[in-house]
């Protein structure tokens, strides 16, 4: 069940699939069959366990993608394509100089 791409996965399917393994361990236990309260009690626990796991897989993958974009504003800097822009101010300083400059 685990994605290494960044393809996501619904709380519905989780919780479908926790829900399955649930109910095959439980026969395969060699258990009598479940009654309403026990499938109740399943369906919570499979419900709860299915959030809990959405959720450290949202963290997972944000962590992920705020490494690659830091990693690729890094690569970007070494290659020099991200060069900082001038100000207004930095433009109005290079202007009083070249004023400066033809005065003299």
């Not at 519905?12 to 479940?34: G, R, V, Y």
């Not at 997972?60 to 830091?70: D, L, M």
């Given at each position: 069940m685990e994605n290494n791409?960044?393809?996501?996965?619904s709380k519905k399917e989780i919780k479908s699939q926790l829900e399955d393994s649930m109910n095959k361990a439980i026969t395969s236990?060699?258990?009598?069959?479940?009654?309403?309260?026990?499938k109740k009690v399943i369906k919570k626990s499979s419900k709860k366990l299915a959030s809990a796991y959405a959720k450290a897989l949202k963290k997972k993958s944000k962590k992920e993608k705020k490494v690659k974009s830091s990693l690729s504003k890094v690569e970007k800097a070494?290659?020099?394509?991200n060069k900082a822009k001038k100000s207004k101010k930095d433009k109005s300083k290079k202007k009083s100089k070249e004023v400066?400059?033809?005065?003299a």
């Amino acid at each position: 069940m685990e994605n290494n791409n960044t393809e996501k996965v619904s709380k519905k399917e989780i919780k479908s699939q926790l829900e399955d393994s649930m109910n095959k361990a439980i026969t395969s236990l060699e258990l009598p069959a479940p009654s309403k309260k026990v499938k109740k009690v399943i369906k919570k626990s499979s419900k709860k366990l299915a959030s809990a796991y959405a959720k450290a897989l949202k963290k997972k993958s944000k962590k992920e993608k705020k490494v690659k974009s830091s990693l690729s504003k890094v690569e970007k800097a070494l290659k020099g394509k991200n060069k900082a822009k001038k100000s207004k101010k930095d433009k109005s300083k290079k202007k009083s100089k070249e004023v400066q400059v033809q005065v003299a």
